[in-house]
């Protein structure tokens, strides 16, 4: 009796150490647009979050260019090790976090792909015409049609799944870059992967927040991350080698403060822009930055 309570918590301990955390970094991508000093304006650089325990593992968002996705097959099977893919979690609608889920499921047969009721309606809005127009527009022949096929079932109403026994919560919280967006809270690792609502130094996207109202309702979303008080913090738009910690929970609130202050005051795209440089001369990412001035003064260009 007491050997098979011993081997039980032996058990539940290997399961613990075995569970890890991995990260897949996406480097910046040129785009069709060009930055106003006429310089080629660049996608942010991304990374995706495996989720892996002793033989299964789960991949939390994934690109979304045809080369993406490849690249991102090729390391998932040299990660994996001979473990089997269950499932995909997407923590928001927008189309660089899924639209290589399509190509991933017939690489990876049986996988689950799954997400909240509220963002799988949220993916909808990435594949009307106008949509597809903008992504082939900024990338173009780089994304496949079948990419805008929605695959994702919802949670249950409990919105969590599990690893190996461990329990995975999709925290819904509204608004951040865009609106219904969630973290994904992993207790057993201390751990969050937070989508778009946290960005690692490189600009916000904010042209889906150009109303200060909207702003604070990312900074209430950023608060709600900061609740759980998680050891490790993953942003998708990341700098190459930065490092995850809590801190860029409160990194990204003074972001989108010093963003909301400059709006008010500046008087075009252009001083938006110029302004926000000054703030953040090192920030990766400046195509996001002149998109959002843009939307915050579409007249003015």
């Not at 695959?151 to 690893?163: E, I, M, Q």
Request: proline share 5%; aromatic share 10%.
């Amino acid at each position: 009796m007491l050997f098979n309570a011993t081997a039980a918590l032996l058990g539940a301990a290997s399961s613990l150490y075995h569970l890890r955390a991995d990260l897949y970094n996406a480097p910046a991508i040129p785009t069709s647009q060009l930055l106003p000093n006429g310089s080629v304006g660049l996608w942010q650089p991304t990374v995706v979050t495996l989720l892996s325990g002793v033989y299964e593992a789960v991949l939390v968002d994934t690109l979304f260019t045809t080369e993406q996705g490849v690249e991102l097959g090729n390391w998932l099977d040299e990660t994996l090790g001979g473990k089997r893919l269950s499932a995909i979690y997407i923590t928001h609608g927008h189309g660089d976090h899924w639209f290589n889920v399509n190509y991933l499921a017939g690489r990876f047969p049986g996988v689950k792909i799954v997400a909240t009721k509220e963002c799988i309606e949220h993916m909808a809005t990435q594949v009307t015409p106008d949509e597809r127009t903008f992504w082939h527009g900024f990338f173009p022949n780089q994304i496949d049609e079948s990419s805008f096929e929605i695959l994702a079932k919802p949670l249950d109403v409990s919105n969590t799944f599990s690893l190996e026994g461990h329990t995975l919560s999709a925290v819904s919280v509204g608004h951040s870059d865009t609106d219904d967006t969630t973290f994904l809270d992993v207790p057993a690792l201390d751990l969050i992967v937070a989508g778009d609502i946290v960005y690692n130094d490189v600009h916000m996207w904010m042209v889906e927040s150009t109303l200060p109202s909207q702003r604070a309702e990312w900074v209430k979303s950023l608060g709600r991350v900061a609740e759980y008080s998680p050891a490790i913090v993953i942003g998708s738009h990341h700098r190459p080698g930065g490092v995850d910690g809590a801190f860029n929970i409160r990194a990204s609130r003074v972001y989108i403060e010093t963003f909301d202050k400059h709006a008010a005051e500046a008087k075009s795209a252009e001083d938006l822009y110029e302004r926000m440089v000054s703030e953040y001369p090192n920030r990766l990412g400046r195509l996001v930055l002149w998109l959002s001035a843009k939307a915050v003064f579409p007249t003015s260009t």
